[in-house]
């Protein structure tokens, strides 16, 4: 078993920047690709970014490439989701997800889930 639990959510005006914290527990981490997703009011769930367990490899969704930066530091058993440039559009809960596979985009892969956190942009 593996508990997430993200911090660093909340309320920013537009152009503006968060760092979201995600702490696992349970399980090793560095074995552990991770994940960020977000779903906004009466949207599906979208994938945001990923990162590998050793941190080589990244992906991005389009909305946010350039804005956002995902890092891991596995002494600390913590991913990083550092967003700039804030936009109205990014306003969602954010969830961060675990997997013992490749980083992948789809959610189903994962198979540890956050309880989330909400970043509101205003415009």
């Known amino acids: 078993q593996v508990q997430l639990v993200e911090s660093g959510g909340g309320l920013v005006q537009a152009g503006g920047s968060l760092r979201l914290s995600c702490v696992a527990s349970?399980?090793?981490?560095?074995?552990?690709?991770m994940g960020w997703f977000r779903q906004a009011p009466g949207k599906e769930r979208e994938f945001v970014v990923g990162i590998s367990w050793r941190g080589g490899t990244t992906m991005y969704a389009d909305s946010v490439k350039g804005r956002f930066t995902i890092s891991r530091d596995n002494a600390k058993n913590t991913v990083y989701l550092q967003m700039n440039s804030l936009k109205a559009e990014d306003t969602a809960v954010y969830y961060c997800?675990?997997?013992?596979?490749?980083?992948?985009?789809?959610?189903?892969?994962?198979?540890?889930w956050g309880q989330g956190t909400q970043v509101t942009v205003s415009s």
């Open positions: 997800a675990a997997t013992g596979g490749a980083v992948v985009v789809s959610g189903d892969e994962y198979t540890y």
């Open positions: 349970g399980r090793t981490f560095r074995r552990l690709a």
